[in-house]
Each structure stands twice: as C-alpha cells, then as structure tokens.
C-alpha cells in the first residue's frame, strides 16, 4: 500500500527555533517530494520542492533534506516565525499518482 | 492569491442531490486537478484534466465525474451525495502534464451535506 507518513501531526516551537517536520515514502517511483503550506481558510500553497537527485534544498528561511536510500525527507524552518503558523502537508508523486501526508499543524510561540 | 477561481466558496445540500463544482485555472495553465480534503482521509487527489482530456485518475468515486471545457475551465460533479461527501474540495493548476510539478491551489469549495 502507498503511503505517505509524516510526523509530528502537532508541534509547537517558540519564535526563532527550529521547527523539523519529517516525511517518509514507500514507492522508489515519486519523483517530486513538495511541501505545502495551508492556512485556515485558504487552499494549500506550494512552499518548496525537491527532486531525488539531490540531498538539500534551501529557499530562505526554508529547507528540505531528501535521504532517498532511506526514503525520507524533511522540512526544517529556520528562525521560525509565528506567521509560519500553519499546517504542513509534504507530498511524494511521480507523473501519474501524488500522495499527500495527513499534515502538522505548527504553532509558532511569540 | 493563486489565480485559481473556485465558485461557489460554499454549498450547502441534502443527501441523494447532485451539485457542480467550478474551477477556472490560471491564465496559461493547461492542467486542471480536483482533490478532496477530509478530517478523517486528508488530501487526496480525485482526477486530473490536460487540455481537455483526463490525464490521470486518484480515488475518485464513480459517482463523481469532472470535466473540462475548450476554455480550459473544469467542473466536478458529485451526485447521490452522501453525509461522506461533506469535505473541502480543491482545484489546482499548472501549465505542465504531470502531477510532479508546481501546482496552484485555489481556495476551495467547502460543500456540507444535511
């Protein structure tokens, strides 16, 4: 069964921590590993992407580390805000199929 | 804001009605998808559209069909409705075929089934 697992379903990380949220995949066949971010009320949005052929990608405050021998990644935000208050859906899909986590809700302490 | 359109915000129906969710995509974007968001079954993807014609399928109920228009906008039918159906549903679009690329997400269509 194709699954995406991601953990933790909540954390809550005082202003300018680290928040770490992990994902793991079954199916070596995704290629494309997004994180999304939602707010209340409002559609999902493409926060940052990686691809298997490499092992980090930062944009900003915002990185994902990509272990494809053990099928994980993870999304670390630095210097956490509590406008990055949200909840966080990583995703793993190839051309034809995309599986979404069940998300982690972050709160942001001020 | 996405660029994605999503009408109407919210819907409200009884079990057994039939309802049209619309979908207007970005300005260039040939693909259009559908996903439902549930507390109990997350985000999941339902169908996509590529230029006209479905591209690929998730899990979507044989009692749901979507289509796409030649103006590139899509529409989600859901009929029979169950108390189930009652989620969040959401269309995205890109300019490219497949599912692993950037997608944009509108602001979805909160349906409720009484």
């Known amino acids: 069964q194709q699954q995406v697992k991601q953990s933790p379903q909540s954390l809550i990380v005082q202003k300018g921590g680290i928040s770490i949220i992990n994902c793991a995949y079954e199916?070596?066949?995704?290629?494309?590993f997004p994180w999304y971010q939602q707010f209340p009320g409002k559609g999902p949005a493409l926060l940052i992407a990686?691809?298997?052929?490499?092992s980090e990608k930062k944009e900003g405050r915002f990185t994902i580390s990509f272990n494809k021998s053990a099928k994980q990644f993870s999304l670390h935000i630095m210097d956490s805000q509590p406008g990055d208050s949200a909840t966080y859906f990583c995703?793993?899909?190839?051309?034809?199929?995309?599986?979404f986590g069940k998300g982690t809700r972050l709160h942001i302490l001020p | 804001d996405s660029g994605v359109t999503q009408t109407p915000k919210h819907l409200i129906t009884a079990t057994g009605q039939r309802v049209t969710l619309r979908c207007s995509p970005r300005?260039?974007?040939?693909?259009v998808y559908w996903y439902q968001q549930s507390l109990d079954q997350g985000l999941q993807f339902l169908i996509q559209?590529?230029?006209?014609?479905?591209?690929a399928k998730g899990n979507i109920l044989e009692r749901f069909s979507a289509q796409q228009f030649p103006d590139l906008h899509s529409e989600l039918n859901l009929s029979s409705l169950e108390l189930g159906d009652s989620a969040l549903y959401f269309c995205?679009?890109?300019?490219?075929?497949?599912?692993?690329?950037?997608?944009?997400f509108g602001q979805g269509t909160r349906l409720t089934v009484v």
């Open positions: 995205a679009s890109s300019f490219s075929a497949g599912l692993n690329t950037e997608a944009f």
């Open positions: 199916n070596t066949a995704f290629d494309y």
């Open positions: 990686i691809r298997p052929d490499v």
């Open positions: 995703a793993a899909s190839r051309d034809d199929k995309i599986i």
């Open positions: 300005s260039g974007d040939l693909s």
């Open positions: 559209y590529y230029n006209g014609e479905e591209r």
